[in-house]
C-alpha cells in the first residue's frame, strides 16, 4: 500500500497533526537542522570554499541565493516555468487606494501564491512515491540481512549493519560454506543510495553463488573482481572484506580487497592488521593475497566499515580510529554482541543531533 492510498484510509485530522507538531518541535534546533540539510544538498564544494573567508551575514546571503538557484535548476522545465510566473504574480500584487477611501487588492497576488503552491504539491508528490520506492527497497535489504547473533559453537558472534539513507551501501552477511566452516563478509560500494544498493544486491548474490566452489580465497577473490568489474559501472568499486572461519580449530583466513584494516584484540594488545589490497573493479584482474590467523580464547576479530571511523559530530570532527581504538579496551571482555552494541552506542553519542553520513557497520568474531 502506497503513502497515498494510507492517508485516504487513515489520514489523521488536521488539528490533531498540528498538537503532535507543536508537542514534539524543537523550533531552534529542527530549523537548523533543516538548513544544515539544505546547504549539504544545494550547495557545492566550490560554493563552499568561496564562502569560508566571507563574513557571517555575506555568507548567509550568498547560501541562500545559492539554494535558490540550484534548486531552480533541478526542477523539471515545466515547473521552472511554473515558478517564474509565479513570483512575478506574487510580486506585482499590490493593494490600491481610491480617492473615496476604499481599497483595490489586485489577485495576481494571491494567483502567483497559488501556483506557487501548485509546484510545491508536484514535488511533494515525487518525494512521497520516491520513498515508497526506497521504502521498499529498505524490506527487501532488510530481508536480506543475516541473523545478527548467529550460532557458532564455541564463538560469540555480532554482525551489524545500519544504513545513513533508507537503503544502504554496506554488506555484512554471513553463509556456511562447508560442514566445518563459516564465510563471513563485510563490504562497502564506493556512493550511497539506490545505485549503491543495488550493486549490493548484486555482489551479496554472486559472494553467495562463488564462495562454496572455491578452495583458495585467492582464486575466489580474483573471479568476484573480475566479474565486479565487468558487470558494474565505469568509476564504481567496492572494498570487501571476507573471511573463512574454522571453528573447531580457530583458524581463520582472509582477503582484503581494499577494505580497511581489521582489528586483532588478543594477550599481546589491540593490533590492526594488513591494509587492503586494490578494491573490487578498480582495474580488469588482480590476484589477492590470502592472510592466515589462529584465534584462541579470549581473541577478538573485528572488521568495520568507514561510517565508524568517519562518524561526524555537529562540529563536523570525525569519531576517528584513535578513539575507537582507546574505546575497546573498555570493552573487550564483554561478548560479541555486548561489545558491538557498546561501540555503536559511543558512535551515537559523539554524534549526537548530527546527521548520519555513511552506512555503519560492524562485525566481531570473539573466540569464547
Known amino acids: 500500500m502506497n503513502s497515498g492510498e494510507q492517508w485516504q484510509k487513515s489520514g489523521p485530522g488536521i488539528g490533531k497533526v498540528l498538537r503532535d507538531d507543536l508537542s514534539h518541535l524543537n523550533f531552534k534546533n529542527d530549523l537548523n537542522k533543516e ?3 539544505l546547504k549539504k544538498f544545494y550547495i557545492n564544494e566550490e560554493q563552499k570554499k568561496r564562502s569560508e573567508n566571507m563574513s557571517r551575514v555575506k555568507r548567509f546571503l550568498f547560501e541562500a541565493l545559492w539554494i535558490l538557484k540550484n534548486m ?13 510566473i509565479g513570483v512575478i504574480f506574487l510580486l506585482s500584487g499590490r493593494t490600491i487606494e481610491v480617492n473615496s477611501g476604499q481599497t483595490v487588492t489586485n489577485n495576481q497576488g494571491i494567483i502567483g501564491g497559488i501556483i506557487i503552491l501548485f509546484v510545491l504539491m508536484l514535488e511533494l508528490k515525487d518525494k512521497l512515491l520516491a520513498k515508497d520506492e526506497l521504502e521498499a527497497g529498505r524490506k527487501l ?16 558472534v555480532w554482525l ?9 551501501g554496506d554488506l555484512v552477511d554471513f553463509l556456511k560454506i562447508k560442514e566445518k566452516s563459516i564465510g563471513v563478509v563485510i563490504a562497502d560500494v564506493a556512493g550511497k543510495g539506490l545505485k549503491a544498493a543495488l550493486l549490493m544486491a548484486k555482489l551479496q548474490a554472486t559472494i553467495r553463488a562463488l564462495a562454496p566452489d572455491y578452495e583458495y580465497l585467492s582464486n575466489f577473490g580474483s573471479k568476484l573482481h573480475e566479474i565486479f568489474h ?4 565505469p568509476g564504481l568499486f567496492a572494498s570487501m572484506l571476507y573471511a573463512e572461519l574454522i571453528p573447531d580449530t580457530g583458524q581463520l583466513r582472509f582477503i582484503n580487497a581494499g577494505h580497511l584494516p581489521p582489528i586483532l584484540i588478543n594477550k599481546e594488545g589491540i593490533s590492526e592488521l594488513m591494509k587492503g589490497e586494490p578494491a573490487l573493479g578498480l582495474m580488469d584482474s588482480f590476484k589477492y593475497s590470502e592472510t592466515m590467523l589462529n584465534l584462541n580464547s579470549g581473541d577478538i576479530f573485528i572488521a568495520y ?5 568517519e562518524a561526524q559530530n555537529e562540529n563536523e570532527e ?8 582507546n574505546y575497546l579496551p573498555k570493552i573487550k571482555n564483554l561478548n560479541a554482541g555486548e561489545m558491538g552494541r557498546a561501540i555503536v552506542d559511543e558512535i551515537d553519542y559523539f554524534s549526537g543531533n548530527a546527521p548520519a553520513s555513511d552506512d555503519v557497520s560492524i562485525v566481531i568474531l570473539k573466540r569464547l
Open 230 to 233: 565487468r558487470d558494474s559501472l
Open 72 to 84: 531552480f535548476v533541478r526542477l523539471t522545465p515545466l515547473r521552472r516555468i511554473l515558478i517564474l
Open 305 to 309: 566499515s568507514d561510517g565508524v571511523t
Open 141 to 156: 535489504q532488510q530481508s536480506l540481512l543475516p541473523e545478527q547473533n548467529p550460532l557458532v559453537p564455541g564463538w560469540s
Open 35 to 37: 538548513y544544515r540539510d
Open 318 to 325: 570525525l569519531f576517528g580510529m584513535e578513539r575507537l581504538i
Open 160 to 168: 551489524f549493519t545500519k544504513s545513513a539513507n533508507e537503503v544502504g
